[in-house]
């Protein structure tokens, strides 16, 4: 897609005559009663799935949702207002509304909000969005996963799976006169596969994605998604019960990201070291990890889950060093923020929709590579886990208390990965297992695309990335005592 | 909100799909009003106002399915989603399954207002009493005691909402529901510059029954203080005893795995269990939507199908999986009346309001009878495997030495397995509690694996 800018913004003028005197006039109501900064956030949102169960195609859906959401923010606080109908009353209203949080007299100041177009590079890999393929090619897909995990062991006694794609038109309009569009793709591709042997039945899920277009599945295919979900699920019928007590984890590469995610991302997203609330609030400086580690939040790599052209606020996404040798660079900042620390904001504003808030948040999480070989590190450990992938995860912000449930992990014996282990869970502090890194390899991956975050109720797609890495002790929650 | 009414809209798809071609069709409407006020530090830091209303349309031709739903209710458009949500319908696959609910089924002159889900008083409080029971309410936090030093806000948050549902059957029904809720996070300091935190917070559908302001905000610091000075403890296997509001999660784990959904796909332990009894003949789980004022009360479901109290759990005997119409017929069995219904999505079963009835324990006794074990009030992680019951949570709360709180613990995990757990409960207590649309009493199960240093 060309200028995907240029088109949103085309969009919802053609649409919806939502022209610059039009976002100009709303801005002025917003600011009427004493705001700082003012914005209009534009949404056109098709959501498109197929489910797929019991060996053909069970429901397809369809969810178009559309509105706007103006904000004024007013020092710290902020008034906030939304409507889904974009006739001019309806918005005048909700502009009035969110006005409110500002005190001082009703007296409108005028405002320019005229496009200006960057021409940035799209990080979007796409020619043409998934939502503009046939049914049919979706539905070969589907297919394609159902015979590939049955195919792939005779236990495998379901397969769901499900093709989503999201096509969403957003437009910013500021009231420092900033103006930007952007149209965002992404896709999803998710598998279940159920494996029976006798009494015992283990499921197991797997997914991918990202901001592309149907060529994903060229380079990842439904078949290989689908026979990784039907492989974890037979493992899972010869795995032992895990072990509990402090152990060396090895984290494999890739989805191990998801750690880092909640472990320490969340605790440096701005909003909480705004408010004091964070474990890392004050600490930028001082080290708060292994010399090994670095972190970045990338919102920029080509076609993944987490990437944006520009934010919910119409900033550009950027790379944010975030933890550099073990030292405290800095924090994800939205507008909001920034302003509060004096500094630039590091296109990090995001909200699940235009009915929802800004939060500084992440976008693709991940360590940088290290100089160790992922086998070396595996042959070091006497005693340990390799935990390879997770479904899920939460930490508390204030203490960085995190745990993660493992999905597929194995112990390490004598420095080699022996039986799968089932019913693993990691629990931890963020910055403790962040300094207790002794090793880290050269082999960084990017998860494929799967992970949601969420925060204060608002779920986004995030990407999340690693390189393998040891981490001398974390507590292993199994029952094996 | 002008125009035409939720139910008038829902009756204007369910006629429009007809006449483009649907077979069977249902359509819901969701209207709703939402405010929020967040005061932080005393200051006012958020104030949202806004309203919604959408349509979901679900139309089966011949046993193909599909859904749509939109926010443009214009007429014009309205007659356009229809077409194309039966156009949509083609791509799926004839399932003999699907299909609205048998008329015998539906609720006939379904009664709200004897459910009491509605507060007007909600309407006309003003946006300075929100803030001031915000303020009120964070303050109370503050003035407990000088270790509490920040705060994440208090929040209050209220809805006032209307939604319809009519099928191509003939059914209609609609009727309004409010919620007003409240919630403090209350933040200390401890040693080695680790913070400690506790939440607390109410959730009503009238303004009366919301707790005080004022407790909500102490009880979050009461909390937060107990945090202090928690440490883990060694790896062991003790007695763990459950808080009310932990043996709501626990009961919520369980409930999941009674239903239709999880039934046809394998995917749950308790799948060939009916009749068997898996818990202590102390437990009795029920499925209540007739409760007055609750949040899970409804007069019909989803489906529009009369709802009904199911006892899920009666004296430790599986006695019930939760249905809706669909999961029903696929597994042979009657809708229990359990469909729950979102605009974008097809119904899945699902609780109204759960209880799991008390026993004649005080939390003292309970407490009293431990010799050395766990005092849960925190869960974290999502480590519950419907599939096989495999039950693994990070956790917190304090020990319990020789029958007494001995102090806070935290980054422990306790793990088991969920048939062991229940069949493990070998207390109840009397101090029934409701969080939202469920309530529990304080628990003890005999054994499970605490994973520490």
């Known amino acids: 897609m060309s200028d995907p800018g240029a088109i949103a913004l085309a969009f919802f003028n053609d649409r919806y005559r939502i022209d610059p005197a039009a976002m100009s006039s709303l801005l002025s109501i917003a600011l009427s009663r004493g705001g700082d900064f003012a914005e209009l956030f534009f949404e056109h949102r098709t959501n498109s799935a197929i489910q797929w169960e019991d060996q053909r195609v069970k429901s397809a859906s369809r969810n178009v949702a559309q509105g706007v959401g103006i904000r004024v923010v007013k020092g710290d606080a902020i008034g906030y207002a939304y409507t889904e109908s974009l006739d001019m009353a309806a918005m005048r209203r909700a502009a009035e509304t969110a006005s409110r949080i500002g005190t001082s007299d009703e007296r409108p100041l005028p405002v320019d909000a005229t496009p200006h177009l960057t021409g940035a590079p799209s990080h979007y890999g796409f020619d043409s969005p998934l939502t503009s393929e046939p049914p049919a090619a979706k539905v070969a897909l589907l297919e394609r996963a159902d015979r590939a995990a049955r195919a792939h062991d005779t236990s495998i006694a379901r397969l769901d799976a499900s ?62 998604l689908a026979i990784d979900a039907a492989r974890q699920a037979v493992l899972q019928q010869d795995a032992r019960e895990a072990p509990a007590g402090v152990l060396p984890v090895v984290l494999a590469a890739g989805d191990s990201g998801v750690l880092l995610h909640e472990a320490v991302g969340h605790g440096l997203e701005a909003d909480f070291n705004r408010k004091g609330t964070s474990n890392y609030t004050g600490r930028v400086g001082q080290p708060v990890a ?192 | 909100m002008e125009g035409p009414s939720p139910l008038e809209i829902a009756r ?174 209350a933040i200390a300091d401890d040693a080695e510059g680790k913070k400690r935190n506790g939440y607390w917070y109410s959730a009503e559908r009238s303004l009366h029954r919301l707790l005080d302001p004022e407790e909500i905000g102490r009880i979050a610091a009461r909390r937060t203080l107990d945090q202090l000075g928690a440490r883990k403890v060694p790896t062991c296997q003790v007695h763990v005893v459950f808080e009310p509001m932990m043996a709501v999660s626990l009961m919520g784990d369980l409930v999941g795995c009674a239903n239709g959904s999880a039934l046809y796909r394998g995917a749950t332990f308790l799948g060939g269990r009916l009749g068997e009894k898996i818990g202590s003949p102390l437990v009795t789980i029920t499925d209540d939507p007739s409760i007055p004022g609750r949040f899970g009360s409804r007069p019909f479901d ?126 109840i207590g009397n101090d029934l509690s409701w969080f939202g649309a469920s309530a529990a009493p304080t628990l003890r199960i005999g054994e499970m694996t605490v994973s520490g240093t």
């Open chain 2, 302 to 427: 989803g489906e529009g199908v009369a709802t009904r109290p199911n006892t899920i759990m009666a004296k430790g005997v599986f006695s019930a999986f939760l249905f809706d119409c669909y999961t029903a017929r696929r597994t042979g069995n009657l809708t229990t009346g359990s469909a729950q219904r979102g605009i974008e999505s097809l119904p899945v079963p699902g609780p109204s309001n759960l209880t799991l009835e008390p026993g004649q324990a005080t939390p003292e006794e309970i407490i009293a009878g431990v010799p050395s074990g766990l005092y849960l009030t925190t869960l974290m992680g999502s480590g519950f495997n419907p599939a096989t019951g495999d039950y693994s949570r990070g956790a917190g709360g304090f020990w319990i030495e020789s029958g007494q709180v001995a102090y806070p613990v935290t980054e422990i995990n306790i793990s088991s397995r969920m048939d062991a757990m229940l069949a493990g409960i070998d207390a």
């Open chain 1, 163 to 224: 093709i989503g794609d999201e096509l969403k038109y957003v437009m910013v309009a500021r009231s420092d006169g900033k103006v930007v569009g952007d149209i965002q793709p992404l896709i999803r591709f998710n598998v279940s596969a159920l494996s029976q042997q006798g009494e015992s039945r283990q499921v197991a899920r797997t997914g991918g994605g990202g901001r592309l277009g149907i060529e994903y599945f060229e380079q990842v295919t439904p078949e290989s």
């Open chain 2, 12 to 185: 204007r798809a369910v006629l429009l799909a007809r006449a483009a071609g649907a077979e069977q069709c249902d359509a819901i409407v969701s209207m709703y009003t939402e405010s929020n006020v967040t005061v932080r530090l005393g200051e006012l830091e958020k104030l949202i106002e806004a309203g919604s209303m959408a349509l979901g349309l679900r139309v089966i031709n011949g046993g193909r399915t599909a859904v749509c739903s939109t926010s443009d209710l214009s007429p014009l458009s309205l007659e356009r989603f229809a077409a194309e949500t039966v156009e949509l319908a083609s791509i799926s696959e004839p399932d003999e399954c699907a299909g609205l609910p048998g008329q015998a089924l539906l609720a006939s002159a379904p009664n709200a207002a004897a459910l009491a889900l509605y507060d007007e008083r909600l309407e006309s409080l003003s946006t300075e009493q929100k803030i001031q029971m915000a303020r009120a309410c964070e303050g109370a936090a503050f003035a407990t005691d000088p270790r509490i030093t920040n705060s994440d806000g208090a929040s209050l948050s209220t809805r006032i909402g209307h939604m319809a549902l009519a099928n191509s059957l003939g059914f209609e029904g609609s009727y309004p529901a409010t919620t007003i809720s409240l919630v403090v996070e």
């Open chain 1, 290 to 481: 292994s010399p090994l580690v670095t972190v970045v939040d990338d919102g920029t790599i080509a076609g993944s889950r987490g990437s944006i052209n520009v934010d919910d606020e119409g900033n550009p996404a950027t790379r944010s060093v975030l933890i550099e040798g073990g030292t405290l660079r800095g924090y994800l900042h939205d507008e909001v923020s920034a302003r509060h620390f004096g500094v630039a904001p590091s296109g990090s504003g995001r909200r699940e929709t235009f009915k929802d808030y800004i939060l500084p948040r992440m976008t693709n999480t991940f360590m940088l590579p290290g100089q160790d070989t992922p086998e070396d590190i595996i042959r070091g450990v006497d005693r340990g886990i390799y935990a390879v992938s997770y479904s899920g995860g939460q930490v508390n912000i204030s203490n960085g208390d995190f745990v993660f449930s493992v999905t597929e992990a194995y112990m390490i014996e004598e420095g080699k990965l022996t039986s799968p282990l089932r019913n693993v869970m990691l629990i931890g502090n963020g910055p403790d297992v962040l300094s207790k890194v002794t090793r880290v390899a050269h082999d960084y991956q990017l998860s494929d695309g799967r992970w949601t975050c969420g925060k204060d109720g608002q779920s986004i797609p995030v990407g999340v990335g690693m390189p393998t890495v040891l981490v001398s002790g974390i507590t292993v929650g199994g029952t094996r005592v």
